[in-house]
């Protein structure tokens, strides 16, 4: 009896250590919450002066459709009246290479076909069978919302975005760069795009900001 007793102490004590470390585990992730502030913007008058900042940038994406996808590289040049904007698949061709300008779009394809349209959201659907949000994803790349709609934006205890939704978009901030870029503070470095028949991943190698 006295024996069956101690076992059976000893099987509480044994099963008290096991449960201690997933509390203790518990309480480390409950720690790590991040503190989050909405806010709202609607457009105003002065946002139709209003324009991205001129940038560079190099890195890799990936796309999933329904139907389509995409994984390489892209090289993206933007300035307030142009953008051109190159993919590679994995291997460093060129996939399609687009342009916008005061003209229109065009897309370039590996096979040197050329497609026109007005937008460049409408051409990539077309052609490429993804729909790349270009107009607002030249303010979402640095961490901003597209002034010219409405948008709900929600920050971090520091102030750096943590998401965005608009235009039936959310785009999750998932890294920032850790060294400040001049004139434009922290920069992002992974973030996702994502909607009902699509998500984008888009993973930033290297910055060059316009002073």
């Known amino acids: 009896m006295v024996n069956s007793i101690r076992n059976n102490e000893l099987f509480v004590w044994k099963l008290l250590l ?18 989050v502030t909405t806010i709202v913007t609607q457009p105003s008058e ?23 996808g995409f994984s390489g590289g892209v090289h993206w040049q933007h300035t307030d009246i142009s953008d051109e904007l190159l993919l590679f698949s994995p291997l460093g061709q060129t ?12 897309l370039i394809t590996s096979e040197q076909k050329t497609y026109y349209a007005n937008s460049v959201e409408d051409l990539t659907e077309d052609v ?47 890294d920032y760069f850790s060294q400040p870029v001049p004139a434009y503070n922290i920069l992002p470095r992974v973030l ?14 290297n910055w060059k900001i316009k002073d």
């Not at 399609?96 to 229109?104: F, L, S, V």
């Open 18 to 35: 096991c449960l201690l470390p997933m509390f203790a585990g518990c309480a480390v992730f409950e720690s790590r919450e991040v503190v």
């Open 95 to 106: 996939v399609a290479q687009i342009d916008r300008g005061p003209e229109g779009v065009y």
């Open 192 to 205: 996702e795009l994502s909607r009902v028949d699509l998500k984008l991943r888009l993973v930033i190698d």
């Open 46 to 68: 002065g946002t139709v002066k209003e324009t991205a900042t001129d940038f560079g940038l190099i890195g890799r994406v990936l796309v999933k459709a329904d139907k389509h």
């Open 128 to 174: 490429l069978g993804w729909r790349l949000p270009l107009s607002g994803l030249q303010f979402w790349v640095l961490g901003t919302h597209f002034p010219f709609t409405m948008s709900e934006k929600d920050l971090d205890s520091n102030g750096r975005t943590v998401a965005i939704r608009q235009d039936g978009w959310k785009i999750t901030y998932l």
